[in-house]
């Protein structure tokens, strides 16, 4: 069984050039999501992963169509062969039932792993280059050290009943913060 899938970016396209040319590479089922490419909910490419079985072939028009990404879209190659179905991408000629097919998406895993390895090499370049400037990571303290101070010692203030004289939630208002915060700034009473 041949099934097409499709997908137009916005509800404002028009999904028929694609219908048209699945129907016209004789799929028997053609199912098009009108979803930006970036979700990763399409509720038709899963109907279409839970339709095709061992021996089918999804047809597609274009390989953008298929895939958020490059790994995205190596992943969905990996799990239609281990599957046993055979990927077809009519504008690219390709066809995963062939050598020249399956080539083509090996040469596109290798540029998917070789395109991750660099952006994790740029990125632990660029930490220790900030990191030789003095900076590090995360995101900036919610209280300088003087209002971490003045929370704490809020927080220890008793009032005439000898209980705490301020709420942590009370405290995180007076800063602006919430109480889950001033219990991270909040120092253990040595003793």
Do not use: W
Not at 133 to 141: E, L, N, P, S, Y
Not at 174 to 188: D, K
Request: proline residues 3%; charged residues 30%.
């Amino acid at each position: 069984m041949r099934v097409g899938y499709g997908r137009v970016s916005t509800a404002d396209q028009n999904a028929d050039a694609q219908g048209d040319a699945l129907e016209a590479a004789g799929c028997d089922r053609v199912l098009i999501d009108k979803a930006s490419g970036k979700l990763a909910r399409r509720p038709e490419l899963d109907k279409v992963l839970l339709v095709v079985r061992e021996g089918d072939q999804l047809v597609i028009t274009k390989l953008d169509r298929l895939g958020r990404s490059l790994e995205h879209l190596i992943a969905l190659s990996n799990e239609l062969q281990a599957r046993g179905v055979d990927l077809v991408v009519l504008n690219q000629g390709i066809d995963t039932s062939t050598a020249l097919g399956r080539m083509f998406f090996q040469i596109l895993g290798a540029i998917a792993e070789f395109e991750h390895a660099l952006m994790s090499e740029r990125t632990r370049d660029g930490l220790a280059a900030a990191r030789a400037r003095g900076r590090t990571g995360g995101q900036k303290a919610k209280l300088t050290p003087r209002q971490a101070k003045i929370a704490q010692d809020m927080y220890e203030e008793l009032g005439p009943d000898g209980r705490r004289a301020h709420t942590v939630a009370e405290i995180g208002a007076e800063f602006g913060v919430s109480r889950p915060t001033i219990y991270r700034h909040l120092q253990p009473k040595a003793g």
